[in-house]
């Protein structure tokens, strides 16, 4: 007899992504607002630290559940998937160019990582175009692989056209002077094909292609930010005013923490630590809420990877089940990073915080992510509830 009762985790997911993105926003206000009153000249457009993710949350809010409902037949669709590589490629050239960089840029100096837009030769707005990159590659394996899955063992249909459309994005935005999306991009991209059946062999090959690349880029550059960052991991002392410097607050700020924190709004490493809302907000967060806070966001973290891996792997459809794999396994690993960088067990990365850091680029990616996580977790539940109701 069929089970009438069906555990609709759609419905759990959805409330979960709502929780992170709510705690998100209080946390970043807690963590920033000090900062932006401090700063007035630099917020004169309007957009301080927690506007651009609200501005983000708005613009999911109408978007959300249309991705979440409508049918997912498009992006088997190899015109729609070409037309939004080129797109998200085009959009990562953008930051080269001086219309779309910032009016202070000074070149060969900071990082061409923004598309800028400007009112009256002032900063507006910006967007990081490499986020999309989080999504529409994850969309191009899921169709590549899914529509190969029979030809996967030959080089031209299994591992090189991931690899090349890898390889492009990588090196954009390594040239964007982004070496840890570079590295989240290609660690994803490599989970995904192995898990779409690629051979072994080719594996080897690519692990020592990004092992002998990443070292080559380290330590081929030893005036580098990155290979100081790993020459002086665990040597705070020796970098007491760059990455010492924040390493040093943010474990101070843990400890600091107890097991309830000092309530929210009442920390002081915002005080201490410029920008702490970017990529060290999680230690803010800690010494705010202390170990109940840190066990309520890694809970709602491990409830929303549960659901999604678990629909993931359950799935019968092949390019469902590698796109829910390959949206939500950036989502994680972001998170897995950022914590290890503020609690010093990794070098920093530069990795934002998922749902909690400033960046209304990264937090946008991230529900659009989610909105197609929630689509096929609600089609999953669906599919099986029909299939049931016919086998009666």
């Not at 999680?282 to 999604?308: D, H, N, P, R």
Request: proline residues 4%; glycine residues 8%; positive net charge.
């Amino acid at each position: 007899m069929h089970n009438e009762r069906t555990v609709r985790y759609d419905i759990i997911l959805i409330a979960v992504i709502l929780l992170l993105t709510l705690l998100g926003l209080v946390v970043l206000y807690s963590a920033s607002y000090l900062f932006a009153l401090n700063q007035p000249g630099r917020f004169r457009s309007g957009m301080t630290p927690i506007a651009s993710n609200i501005i983000a949350c708005l613009i999911m809010l109408v978007l959300f559940p249309f991705f979440a409902m409508v049918k997912l037949d498009w992006m088997k669709n190899g015109w729609v998937i070409f037309a939004l590589l080129s797109l998200t490629f085009v959009l990562n050239l953008l930051p080269f160019t001086s219309l779309f960089q910032k009016a202070s840029h000074r070149p060969g100096i900071d990082a061409m990582r923004w598309i800028v837009f400007k009112i009256g030769g002032r900063d507006w707005l910006s967007f990081q175009p490499s986020e999309i990159i989080k999504v529409v590659l994850p969309m191009y394996l899921a169709y590549i692989l899914n529509k190969n899955r029979d030809k996967l063992d030959t080089l031209t249909r299994g591992p090189l056209p991931p690899a090349l459309w890898t390889g492009l994005f990588c090196a954009v935005v390594l040239a964007q002077n982004n070496f840890s999306d570079a590295v989240l991009i290609a660690l994803t991209s490599f989970i995904i094909c192995f898990i779409s059946g690629i051979r072994l062999r080719w594996f080897i090959i690519a692990i020592g292609v990004i092992f002998s690349t990443a070292l080559l880029l380290i330590f081929g550059d030893r005036d580098g930010r990155w290979y100081h960052r790993i020459a002086n991991f665990g040597r705070q002392d020796l970098d007491p005013l760059d990455t010492g410097f924040q390493i040093s607050h943010s474990l101070e700020a843990i400890r600091s923490g107890g097991f309830w924190g000092r309530g929210i709004g009442q920390g002081t490493l915002k005080v201490r630590m410029p920008e702490v809302h970017g990529d060290f907000v999680f230690a803010s967060f800690v010494e705010e809420s202390g170990f109940v806070g840190v066990l309520l966001y890694l809970a709602l973290i491990a409830v929303f990877a549960c659901i999604c891996y678990s629909i993931a792997w359950k799935n019968r459809n092949l390019h469902l089940q590698l796109l829910a794999f390959a949206l939500v396994t950036p989502i994680v690993f972001q998170t897995m990073l950022n914590i290890a960088v503020v609690a010093n067990i990794i070098p920093t990365t530069g990795i934002p915080l998922p749902f909690v850091s400033s960046g209304g680029s990264s937090l946008l990616m991230t529900l659009f992510s989610c909105a197609i996580l929630v689509n096929i977790t609600r089609r999953h539940i669906l599919d099986n509830h029909m299939e049931g109701y016919y086998a009666r």
